[in-house]
């Protein structure tokens, strides 16, 4: 045992210059175990546990593996500090229940174009009708899709809506995406939809830098769509200006399908797309003004203009995680290249992962920030682990007769090795976030990123600065023309058969086996890295667990079945494509269809009739109702009641009933029928006691907390 020790503690000692990498880490597990709690810590243990770090940090002997440790915990600490303290700090009101036919006035803080509308966030919020909260309980942000004729608006324009309001809904299943948590750091407190085109009550300027950011993007977006006014203006706006909200529903899936949807989202691919073309055309534009070239370091004046450029696009992309990450690493290797140090190392992603994760902690459980640093982190791994074989390559071609050719070979194989590279460090992540894996990425990759490279984004940079003359629409046009190529690609790739593959949801445990082990392979130089691979096979390899056999979506209305064949079907009247094929998706199903009884099953009297399904699994009886005026029928030699009508204190001889009502206060509902008896999930509790949970404690003590409480 002394003996492993020591080997321990000596491989340790020998990677003393890779130990930094890990403080990013030990900060994002800090964070990750407060978003894994039951219940929401008190505000003091953050501070608490890392002043007791700070003091085993100077107890400790310098430069020794435990004060590293304690540096560690320092960070783990802070981590879980900052989480807390940004969830207290964005308590917001949350809309208690459904309002219809509400006027709702508000100021414009953000416009999304969809495909088929326009949705607008509205802050400083008023509600006028019917069954609406007191002032002090009126949400601080908005969102509302408008109807159709809805009238030309900006970022400041006031607004009055006739809508329909209602809370932010939960996951469709527990475990499943949890938006009522995303929209709590987003203070969003209501979603709906108008029932009449929307009044412009006054013109407004955005106030303040962030939102004049935000009124800049939406006319830049709208001016894009103009240009483009078919589906290639919605992939223009996204790559352009961030807002994804106008690609359609076919181009989205068939980008996913092929492995492109990374193209679609503003990150590393755009910015260095940016920052080189920047720096390619200022440092030869001084080139060719030889007096200027001799009194100026054309690379250090081009890394300023393209630090500025990319700070500068990251704002008006909306400084999603992937771009800031994006910049914050741009923004560390040009300052590399103004101090003469090495711009590429894997500490310029460390320091950019503890800039994220200092100003937005929540962003650590979203997919973007996962797989955008995995990607990263796994490619300059990669790098740094074939430098003896890269130099080796590039002895040898210098010495052979057709150098260009070699060259050639060389970019297109490591074109290959990246895109294989990144799509297996992302693979993982993708199955688990979104239940679908892409095998022919490497393909559309290999067209699709040179195509975006060379053609789509300088034609759309020119049109960006054309647009303040009015002439973008010369430079759009050509951007179009890729675009159109590129969604072929996308298309075509996406219809060879086995291009993507829908996975069963993998268990949390998953997740935490394959970033410990992924990072333990990238971070370490030595070959005690290579124990990071069974770790990645172990968390492959867990089961995801048996579906459940009975489902209820979180307003009661949809109910599910899973037949002897492990398929999901709907067995109510009423049906949501979203829930539906959530459901179906954890699974790896494509999605779900109504349930049909099958002659041997309607031979036991099974099957669905006029708001009324009965079901058997084992022992149990199964009834599933839709109907008022079947409850006292449904409840008949049934052992287990699902309604989606109010049913409780009407049924009597079912073991377990469970109605709308339970649903709307416990959220969604998951049941596993088994020999010994009835497991039983619900949403909110799979969540805890946390403040973004309708009905806990947690969320009544933050508002009670909240400024201006």
Same mark, same amino acid.
């Given at each position: 045992?002394?003996?492993?020790?020591?080997?321990?503690?000596?491989?340790?000692?020998?990677?003393?210059?890779?130990?930094?990498?890990?403080?990013?880490?030990?900060?994002?597990?800090?964070?990750?175990?407060?978003?894994?709690?039951?219940?929401?810590?008190?505000?003091?243990?953050?501070?608490?546990?890392?002043?007791? #770090?700070?003091?085993?940090?100077? *107890? !400790?002997? %310098?430069?020794?593996?435990?004060?590293?440790?304690?540096? /560690? @915990? $320092?960070?783990?600490?802070?981590?879980?500090?900052?989480?807390?303290?940004?969830?207290?700090?964005?308590?917001?009101?949350?809309?208690?229940?459904?309002?219809?036919?509400?006027?709702?006035?508000?100021?414009?803080?953000?416009?999304?174009?969809?495909?088929?509308?326009?949705?607008?966030?509205?802050?400083?919020?008023?509600?006028?009708?019917?069954?609406?909260?007191?002032?002090?309980?009126?949400?601080?942000?908005?969102?509302?899709?408008?109807?159709?004729?809805?009238?030309?608006?900006?970022?400041?324009?006031?607004?009055?809506?006739?809508?329909?309001?209602?809370?932010?809904?939960?996951?469709?299943?527990?475990?499943?995406?949890?938006?009522?948590?995303?929209?709590?750091?987003?203070?969003? #407190?209501?979603?709906?939809?108008? *029932? !009449?085109? %929307?009044?412009?009550?006054?013109?407004?300027?955005?106030? /303040? @830098? $962030?939102?004049?950011?935000?009124?800049?993007?939406?006319?830049?977006?709208?001016?894009?769509?103009?240009?483009?006014?078919?589906?290639?203006?919605?992939?223009?706006?996204?790559?352009?200006?961030?807002?994804?909200?106008?690609?359609?529903?076919?181009?989205?899936?068939?980008?996913?399908?092929?492995?492109l949807a990374h193209i679609l989202s503003i990150s590393g691919l755009h910015i260095v797309f940016v920052v080189a073309l920047v720096m390619g055309c200022l440092r030869y534009g001084i080139a060719l003004v030889p007096p200027l070239a001799l009194r100026v370091d054309a690379k250090k004046f081009a890394a300023v203009v393209a630090l500025l450029v990319a700070l500068f696009y990251t704002a008006l992309a909306?400084?999603?995680?992937?771009?800031?990450?994006?910049?914050?690493?741009?923004?560390?290797?040009?300052?590399?290249?103004?101090?003469?140090?090495?711009?590429?190392?894997?500490?310029?992603?460390?320091?950019?992962?503890?800039?994220?994760?200092?100003?937005?902690?929540?962003?650590?459980?979203?997919?973007?920030?996962?797989?955008?640093?995995?990607?990263?982190?796994?490619?300059?791994?990669?790098?740094?682990?074939?430098?003896?074989?890269?130099?080796?390559?590039?002895?040898?071609?210098?010495?052979?007769?057709?150098?260009?050719?070699?060259?050639?070979?060389?970019?297109?194989?490591?074109?290959?090795?990246?895109?294989?590279?990144?799509?297996?460090?992302?693979?993982?992540?993708?199955?688990?976030?979104?239940?679908?894996?892409?095998?022919?990425?490497?393909?559309?990759?290999?067209?699709?990123?040179?195509?975006?490279?060379?053609?789509?984004?300088?034609w759309g940079l020119l049109g960006m600065l054309l647009m303040p003359f009015g002439l973008e629409r010369f430079a759009l046009m050509p951007m179009g023309w890729g675009i159109t190529g590129l969604d072929a690609i996308a298309a075509h790739v996406a219809a060879w058969p086995q291009a993507a593959m829908l996975v069963p949801s993998l268990p949390g445990a998953s997740l935490w086996l394959l970033t410990l082990g992924g990072l333990w392979l990238c971070l370490w130089r030595r070959r005690w890295r290579l124990a990071g691979v069974p770790v990645i096979a172990a968390g492959l390899l867990l089961s995801p667990g048996p579906a459940a056999d009975l489902l209820m979506s979180e307003d009661g209305r949809v109910l599910?079945?899973?037949?002897?064949?492990?398929?999901?079907?709907?067995?109510?009247?009423?049906?949501?494509?979203?829930?539906?094929?959530?459901?179906?998706?954890?699974?790896?199903?494509?999605?779900?269809?109504?349930?049909?009884?099958?002659?041997?099953?309607?031979?036991?009297?099974?099957?669905?009739?006029?708001?009324?399904?009965?079901?058997?699994?084992?022992?149990?009886?199964?009834?599933?109702?839709?109907?008022?005026?079947?409850?006292?029928?449904?409840?008949?030699?049934?052992?287990?009641?699902?309604?989606?009508?109010?049913?409780?204190?009407?049924?009597?001889?079912?073991?377990?009933?469970?109605?709308?009502?339970?649903?709307?206060?416990?959220?969604?509902?998951?049941?596993?029928?088994?020999?010994?008896?009835?497991?039983?999930?619900?949403?909110?509790?799979?969540?805890?006691?946390?403040?973004?949970?309708?009905?806990?404690?947690?969320?009544?003590?933050?508002?009670?907390?909240?400024?201006?409480?």
């Amino acid at each position: 045992m002394s003996g492993a020790r020591t080997w321990f503690v000596q491989q340790l000692d020998a990677e003393r210059g890779r130990w930094m990498l890990w403080l990013p880490v030990a900060m994002g597990f800090g964070i990750a175990i407060y978003f894994a709690l039951p219940s929401e810590p008190p505000m003091w243990l953050g501070p608490v546990l890392a002043a007791a #770090g700070v003091a085993a940090t100077f *107890l !400790a002997s %310098a430069g020794t593996a435990v004060r590293a440790l304690c540096i /560690g @915990l $320092v960070a783990a600490s802070m981590g879980f500090g900052l989480a807390t303290g940004r969830t207290a700090d964005l308590a917001a009101p949350v809309l208690g229940r459904p309002l219809f036919s509400i006027n709702v006035e508000g100021r414009i803080a953000d416009v999304q174009r969809l495909p088929d509308g326009v949705r607008v966030v509205l802050e400083a919020v008023r509600l006028k009708g019917r069954g609406v909260p007191l002032p002090e309980m009126t949400p601080v942000r908005v969102r509302v899709s408008l109807s159709r004729g809805a009238p030309v608006i900006g970022v400041g324009d006031r607004l009055l809506i006739l809508a329909n309001l209602s809370p932010p809904a939960g996951p469709a299943a527990p475990g499943a995406f949890d938006f009522q948590r995303v929209a709590w750091y987003q203070q969003i #407190g209501a979603v709906g939809y108008a *029932l !009449a085109p %929307a009044v412009v009550i006054e013109h407004g300027q955005p106030g /303040g @830098l $962030v939102r004049t950011i935000d009124g800049l993007r939406a006319k830049i977006t709208v001016r894009i769509l103009e240009a483009l006014p078919g589906p290639q203006g919605g992939v223009a706006a996204a790559l352009l200006t961030g807002e994804q909200t106008a690609v359609t529903r076919e181009i989205n899936q068939s980008m996913r399908d092929s492995g492109l949807a990374h193209i679609l989202s503003i990150s590393g691919l755009h910015i260095v797309f940016v920052v080189a073309l920047v720096m390619g055309c200022l440092r030869y534009g001084i080139a060719l003004v030889p007096p200027l070239a001799l009194r100026v370091d054309a690379k250090k004046f081009a890394a300023v203009v393209a630090l500025l450029v990319a700070l500068f696009y990251t704002a008006l992309a909306g400084a999603p995680v992937p771009a800031q990450r994006a910049c914050a690493m741009a923004a560390f290797a040009l300052l590399a290249i103004l101090l003469d140090r090495t711009a590429l190392s894997l500490r310029l992603v460390a320091w950019s992962a503890i800039v994220v994760l200092a100003a937005a902690p929540d962003a650590l459980t979203g997919a973007s920030f996962q797989m955008s640093f995995a990607a990263v982190i796994a490619l300059i791994a990669a790098w740094e682990a074939a430098g003896r074989w890269r130099r080796r390559w590039h002895e040898r071609i210098e010495t052979t007769k057709h150098r260009w050719l070699w060259r050639a070979v060389a970019g297109l194989g490591a074109s290959l090795a990246t895109t294989l590279i990144a799509s297996v460090a992302t693979g993982a992540f993708a199955a688990y976030h979104f239940n679908r894996l892409s095998f022919l990425g490497i393909v559309a990759n290999l067209l699709g990123v040179p195509l975006t490279g060379f053609w789509i984004m300088p034609w759309g940079l020119l049109g960006m600065l054309l647009m303040p003359f009015g002439l973008e629409r010369f430079a759009l046009m050509p951007m179009g023309w890729g675009i159109t190529g590129l969604d072929a690609i996308a298309a075509h790739v996406a219809a060879w058969p086995q291009a993507a593959m829908l996975v069963p949801s993998l268990p949390g445990a998953s997740l935490w086996l394959l970033t410990l082990g992924g990072l333990w392979l990238c971070l370490w130089r030595r070959r005690w890295r290579l124990a990071g691979v069974p770790v990645i096979a172990a968390g492959l390899l867990l089961s995801p667990g048996p579906a459940a056999d009975l489902l209820m979506s979180e307003d009661g209305r949809v109910l599910g079945v899973r037949d002897g064949h492990g398929v999901l079907q709907v067995a109510s009247r009423r049906t949501d494509r979203f829930v539906v094929e959530a459901w179906a998706r954890r699974t790896g199903q494509s999605g779900a269809r109504k349930w049909t009884a099958s002659a041997e099953e309607q031979a036991l009297g099974l099957g669905c009739a006029s708001g009324l399904c009965r079901w058997q699994k084992g022992p149990w009886h199964v009834a599933l109702v839709s109907d008022e005026q079947r409850v006292a029928e449904a409840c008949a030699g049934a052992d287990i009641v699902l309604a989606t009508v109010d049913a409780l204190g009407r049924c009597r001889g079912p073991r377990l009933v469970i109605d709308r009502r339970t649903a709307w206060h416990e959220g969604a509902q998951a049941l596993w029928l088994e020999e010994t008896g009835v497991r039983r999930l619900t949403a909110n509790a799979a969540r805890g006691d946390r403040p973004w949970v309708p009905n806990s404690s947690s969320r009544r003590m933050a508002l009670m907390k909240a400024p201006g409480a």
